[in-house]
């Protein structure tokens, strides 16, 4: 894939939360209504976030989800809210420096973000990784959930960026990509929200 200059964005500091996808499943208008499906495959019934893990990222959750959730949020806030294309997520995980792997200075460093060395074997609550933050104050880019992005890879495939709180290190700079099914519900798997800067 080729690199693309992106137009100017907005991108939520943490992935979105159990707490935060609850009120999706919970709202009269949310998740059963059609309105947000249109040209989606709905899930059949949700998985449940945990309830006592409210401030972790929401996880086991599609891609066609991660959509409708986005287009409730905006219908609900009267603004247009997405995910975010790969290469703005990469910008965002950068910094905005093109040279940077990882969206700190310098090399791999296991302090700064839940990977494989974190040895919890799960993910942990958003903003626990204040060190592992880019320029801008953006955290978690890197490790506790990969994040569902707008862009298809091979077919039907869309692409996933960030690894996972079971990722090495070699999956965890911020160039990686991976490709997954739209309609898999996996345990390392969240989203975070992005929105146009209007000119």
Known sequence: WKRRDVK???IAKYPVTNV???AFLKAGDGYRNKTWWVGITQSGKAARPNELEANF????ITWYEAVAYCRWLSA???????LPTEWEWEQAAKGGDSRREYPWEGGWDASRCNSYESRLN???AVGMYPAGATQQGVEDMLGNA?????????????VVRGGAWGSTPGNLRVSDRGRINPGYRLNFIGFRLAQDIEP
């Open 8 to 10: 100017p964005f907005r």
């Open 20 to 22: 935060q996808f609850e």
């Open 57 to 60: 990222p929401v996880t086991s």
């Open 76 to 82: 609900k806030t009267d603004t247009s809210i997405r």
């Open 122 to 124: 799960r993910t942990a």
């Open 146 to 158: 990969c994040e569902w992005t707008q862009n298809r890879a091979l077919l039907f495939l869309r």
